[in-house]
């Protein structure tokens, strides 16, 4: 396996090899943005694309392992990656060319979106009343950032930075996580209120979003993984075929927008707790420390059974061998395309067995009694499908950096 983690702040490329012992000294040696490793029965380049590698300033880390290499170079990226903030940007052109608004579980049908003409997008702002940390707002005499008053601690479109002029009958807003239109366009009896404050699909029963106020009147902000749009499909001609159902936001893009906003709002601990028909649940501790890098990752393909395979044989047999045995050993070539992420340490605490459930519900109980934490709540699903995302990304980090006592450390795409 090949591991290679880029810090853009810090300019630094972490480089981890896990070879097998019985394939010999392996010697590492680099060029611009290729990565070669030498075995005496097979030959590794890989292309690292988008990097530009110092080999003088290679430093060797502590080994983990007897077939673990891992050195530490500068770099520079000479290919910028996608920025996180670009994820939303054809979404308002999406949703305008939208006929319905539907539910991604069901299909059924929660606004009427023909006739809006324009969504105008807001950044995820964090409401202080909406804290649920058994925090008195008595407690906080002052914000910690004076010059962003409305940005707190709870993650939705909150009351004093929202313009309820921009919701109209053809107008509606947009987060890149929410989308919240004009009560005039949603379809009676499609939702449910579960303890005044979460919005559930009538139908499924799936929590969808949750209130937003405005003013004197209530509004509701769905969440963008949690819906389908209907849309009108047409030949190359213009003319119409069909309606199709398409996913509004790819949940991969959700997680990243959500992180980005989390890290927006000067929230860098996190409780996320999961949204159910019966209340919400304490899911998921986030530690965000706002380092984008780009990672690497790929497969070493082993060598043949008949180059792995020995046998002994006489001294007749060992000439032709000598003979027959190629001047260079064979070159597996790779070339490997970044993925732009965030680092993000977790940990689950939902209840299990075992000496790290007790760790996790102490270490809860100490956050929920921190001013400086913040409690999110989403969506059963959407619970499940981010710890799905932290758990496949940190299988793709080296192994000597995945500590299961302690925060996890995985990543969220940018």
Known sequence: MLFAEYVNSKETLTVTFQIPKDYGDCVLSVKNDLTIIKCPLITYQAELLGLSIMSVTCSNLAPTSDDTLSCCFKATRTKRSVDPRNLSINMAQFLVDSDELLCKFCQNTFAKTKEVKS???????????DNTLMVEESHFCHPKHPDKENQSFHVQLSKPV???ECVT????????????????????????????KYIHCSRCLMAVGQKVNVG???????????????????????????????????????????????????CYRVIISAITWHGCIDFMLLWLIDQELDLYSASLPRLPPSHEQTHEVSGSESSKLEKLKPAEPPTVSLKLEPTACRRVFYR??????????????????????????TLVCLPWETCIGLATCLQQFTSRIAPQFRVADRHLSGFTVS
């Not at 005039?184 to 449910?192: D, H, I, N, P, S």
């Not at 075929?241 to 890290?263: A, H, N, T, W």
């Not at 209840?351 to 519900?361: I, L």
């Open 169 to 196: 009958h053809s107008s509606a807003a947009y987060t890149g996580t929410e989308v919240i239109l004009s009560p005039a366009l949603q379809e009676a009896g499609c939702f449910k209120e579960q303890a005044g």
């Open 162 to 164: 929202f313009n309820p």
């Open 216 to 266: 004197a009147s209530d509004q509701y902000a769905l969440w963008t993984n949690c819906l389908d749009v209907l849309t009108e499909e047409r030949d190359i001609d213009g003319d119409f075929l069909r309606f199709v159902e398409k996913p509004l936001q790819d949940e991969m893009d959700f997680y990243g927008l959500f992180i980005s906003g989390l890290i927006d709002n000067q």
């Open 348 to 373: 689950i605490v939902l209840p299990t067995e075992g000496n790290t459930q007790e760790q996790s519900h102490t270490l809860l109980k100490s956050w929920r009694h921190d001013f400086g934490v």
């Open 119 to 129: 969504f105008n997008a807001l950044s995820p702002t964090f409401s202080l009343e």
